[in-house]
């Protein structure tokens, strides 16, 4: 199942409520025998907005993210750093300022279209790599590449008015044994924050619901290399949700 996103919530938010998580073990266990739908096929840039690769559009680009974030976003952000040769790596394990976003089209107005039981039908780990060689200002985007694939495993996420839930089988396994349960805001109509008691150690999901009534819910990792006055190098690692909802 999921690696950063689950392993870090595990941490955070994971709760006790075993009688719960048996009540609709059997809904889940039922829901699930529904056939996915097989036809259904996400590129890696599935919804992936990211800024034009030329001087100084790339820079006018990116600085449009940040009329999302709130306070209460960026007292989430933890980011760790070093030195190594000359390159200056900054590691931010949870980015609410990705290079690689999720679109602005599938923000929601409204709440209430989150809330209710959704199926996930794709999971995945996908890098996007973009830089900049600093003397020709010249940009550079590498293919994404897809880092792992679990859409085979099963899970529902519950959503109520101010609580988010997640049960989960692994493939091969015979019932729903994990579940996360945390308290949920959403920010700017695009970021949710998963957290037990305060907001500022919450979890961020970049989240949206597409055209198609997806809901997509984005995890991402941010590294940075810097080697001042030669280039930098944008990597964006995003565990990437997509649910259909069901009830």
Known sequence: MPVHFISMLFVLFLSAASVDLFAQDNDFEQLSKVPKDTGVSFPLDYK??????R??????????????????????????????????????????????????????????????????????????????????????????????DKSKDEAFAVITDDNFKLYAKEEGKTSFKKMISAKYKIENK???????????????????????????????????????????SYYTVVEQYIFQKMK
């Not at 992936?48 to 690769?53: D, L, Q, Y």
């Not at 995945?124 to 060689?133: A, F, H």
């Open 48 to 53: 992936i907005a990211r800024p034009e690769t």
């Open 55 to 148: 001087f100084p559009d790339w820079d006018r680009d990116f600085r449009v993210y940040y009329n999302f974030l709130t306070p209460a976003l960026r007292k989430t952000q933890v980011a760790m750093s070093f030195t190594q040769n000359g390159v200056v790596t900054s590691v931010t394990a949870n980015s609410i300022i990705p290079h690689a976003q999720l679109d602005t089209s599938t923000m929601v107005n409204d709440p209430a279209r989150f809330m209710g039981t959704w199926r996930m039908i794709s999971f995945r780990s996908v890098r996007y790599n973009d830089s900049v060689y600093v003397p020709t200002k010249t940009y550079y985007r590498l293919p994404d590449v897809l880092l792992a």
């Open 190 to 232: 695009r970021f949710m924050m998963l957290y037990k008691l305060v907001r500022s150690g919450a979890g961020v999901s970049q989240i949206g619901i597409d055209e198609k009534g997806y809901l997509i819910l984005n995890y991402p990792k941010v590294v940075e290399d810097v080697k001042e006055g030669v280039y930098i």
